[in-house]
């Protein structure tokens, strides 16, 4: 049995970078951390960092592709954005290219907030006052600020859904 000569270390890097990447978009020091574990006897200033350097430059890694569709998944799954910018945080990404995700180009957040009372409760007129503080509380938990959570209320009650 003929086996295949080992690949330069370089190369091994990239393809495991490309590997991961084919599967979902990877902040670049989200990537950096995982081929550094994934090659402990590689030297991360010199192989790693290099080879995940040349993939940002050739645009097959993107901090911003990766936020927006970050953002995109997490809103769609009813998560607001003090959420979402608290789970983006570990993966150490600039925080204008977070602002700009999060609010320039990320979705409508009050309709979202109110996409996800509406998903999640049956809101209607005579709601007591614990209910509706309920459904606050709710709302924040999933990452909405008040003035998002108003919004919403205000919103579903301009629908009749009060």
Not at 15 to 40: G, V, Y
Not at 109 to 135: H, I, Q, T, V, Y
Request: aromatic share 8%.
């Amino acid at each position: 049995m003929s086996r295949r000569p080992a690949e330069p270390a370089p190369t091994a890097v990239r393809r495991a970078a490309m590997d991961l990447l084919a599967r979902r978009e990877h902040s670049f020091h989200e990537l950096l951390d995982k081929l550094s574990t994934k090659f402990p006897d590689f030297d991360r200033d010199a192989i790693v960092l290099p080879a995940l350097e040349r993939l940002r430059d050739e645009n097959l890694q993107s901090d911003s592709r990766f936020a927006a569709a970050w953002v995109n998944y997490r809103a769609g799954r009813g998560f607001g954005p003090l959420k979402i910018a608290s789970e983006l945080h570990p993966r150490k990404l600039d925080r204008e290219l977070l602002n700009t995700a999060l609010y320039l180009e990320g979705p409508d957040w009050e309709e979202k907030c109110a996409e996800a009372l509406r998903r999640k409760f049956k809101p209607r007129a005579n709601a007591s006052r614990d209910e509706r503080a309920r459904w606050q509380r709710f709302l924040l938990q999933r990452g909405f600020d008040q003035e998002q959570i108003r919004a919403a209320l205000k919103q579903v009650a301009d629908e009749g859904e009060f």
